[in-house]
């Protein structure tokens, strides 16, 4: 098959012609589907609805150390918790883990905020300095530049290797420039390419000197669990026993939660730290709050039992996932392999699928979609500041469509590739 | 009965005889009760444990509004949530309640935080003033004191006359000075001493002209619905509808939760403020997080249906907090009235008694009390950096302990207020 590049213009213009004949006969349909979030499916939200039959009241509601969960107390969390999210996040200590409420995001947001408002390591609050930075591997997650982009933190961007962030480039700034204060990472299925670091990222990562004393890795282990296949996992080495053995304890921030393992948006979450990391955070959340809430910790270790239960769990997502990965993957490879229309990687876990179509085509490709009926993130979002310098970046979320639905959003979504590739080729706005 | 000071230091002598023969066969008995925090007793929380059967795996779990609880979005609560908190706050328009998650300790400290990094109302952040001050009605809430502290807020005492805070100081004091922020306010049986504001209080705070545009009223009304006495409630005015009424609507915040509503660290938790300060507050939380718990907010509504339901919970917990507080005022009015002692208010409603020491006994009396296995709240904890200046506030809290238990732990409170009395007019060292 020929690739666009390769025809000619009037072979283009035919293209083209057949083109908007189907992008119109689509939207025709008055579809409205969304591929914009990575939202669980009903279906998969489905198998895990017996978290709530696991706390009743005629259940023992005293935790394993004896304390009531209906009742204040216990600021880091209950025992059983913090060792459940240790072995599911590979931490060694399980002392080491805090855990939160329903999000790992507020975590994040809180992290920051307590740098700029008191201070890490007994550093200069960010506020009260001039300029702060922040490494931004790209594509990522965009609620993740929201909250540096909130504090008004100048973010660079880092480019993403099949092996992960680019290390030459982050060891060199962040050993020389003082004011770079942290980097986000999701180092596992990152969102939204599913690139999984290679054990040498994350043991550089470990051994980075920093300029700043109060730099920080912020680790979100957010699918550090979510593969799609059992025989076929991306490995990721423990990111804080590595800074342990590098001399290096206090350098990283990790993070996870269970909102894509139980219910999205009703499970726990957690940070995973050194002791001195540990204890910083422990002065400012005893301001904070009285502590967490113990019975929805206390459900989840009562549902999953242990690190064998949240495996099986996952393996009922990645059942549901895996077919919708598939297809769409399966729909890219038969329509758009070699035909100079954009390249994607095929992730082995996450929920995300990035498609990096021909550059300047990524806002329209998105809006074509958008007026077929189909949401998609938003071009750009995967971007500090929402600005792809390439404008070619789109993140495909096939996790919520069920798999028909996808089906038909896919279809819709190599049209609206094919259109707006052929009319850049043309010279004409796309 | 004769009072201490009226006696010869003979009488005196033999007193404190007598009073440390008492206290030494106290030591003896090995006691360990705790009368330090408001928390809620076992016996109180089995009654309100339905809760965890209020949401089943078999149930509807989308709201009325027809969004799937078990997966991500919605901001700012679930409508029913919002209005059953709007029932339970008397505030009038649902659409401008907040629904957290379990606590309004962490909403309080997200709006001081917020202020701090990125100010109220388009006013600078106060992380780039010189200074800021706060008014603190005391005696109050020590975890209110330690957010203020926590952010390097100038804390200004502000004494508690039997209607509120002393108005005549807080209006003088709010309308010259600018770099004053915010009041703490428990404007219900107040934390400690259950004093509920007069309409003529709320109505002052309403009528309030600050020097400062992003001053705030903190209304934390903890104890909204928290009466003993079916037929004796105090009222209080809708602060929310004043403030509109005198044509200052921005100028409060108000917090409640249902954490001893329902079970304590496991509830819900909301603000209710001005349609600005509402969409203030959103723009911070939209990057905070991608939503609270809303199977736990429609726990809530499932199992207390509406107010109704709500105050017949309350009603429960007032018949097994109601005894406690009798019998410790009754152990009061019987064994420290009219001795010169000390004085106290006899609360409506609340979780806590005030018992006012004579001046230069409250660290004493707690230490006794400590000695003998009752631990008490920290003496000076009611204050702005723990600091009583008259050494006489003593904050007692009856609800954990069993009744049983709290009739011990009275017995020995009154030994050690008189030990301490009888000392202090001998001049020794208490």
Redesign the interface.
Known sequence: MKSYQEMSKEELLACKAELEAAYKEIQDRDLSLNMA?G??S?AQ?DT??????A???K?N?FSEEGT??????VLDGIVEAKRLMAAIMDVKDPENVIIY???S??IM?DTV?RS???GVAGCT?W??LDQVKWLCPVPGYD?HF??TE??GIEMINIPMLPTGPDMDMVEDLVSKDPSIKGIWCVPKYSNPQGITYSDETVKRFARLKPAAKDFRIYWDNAYVIHDLYEDDKDSLLDIIGECEKAGNPDLVFEFASL?KVS????GIAALACSKANREETLR?MT??????????MLRHVRYFKNLDGVKARMREHASSMRPKFEALLHLFDTELSGRGAGSWIAPKGGYFITYEAPEGCAKAIVQLCKEAGIVLTKAGAPFPYGKDPRDSVIRVAPSFPSAEELAVAGEVFVVCVKLATVKKLLGEAV
Chains 1, 2 share one sequence.
């Open positions: 979030r939202k669980p009903s939200l895990g609805v017996g978290l709530l039959d706390l009743t009241s259940d509601l009531d969960c209906r009742n204040y107390g409420g329903n999000g995001l507020s947001y905020s700029y408002t008191h609050p506020c009260k609620r929201a909250i909130h504090f909102s219910l999205a948006g009703a400012t301001i904070q709050t009285i502590g967490y809430d113990k019975l929805n």
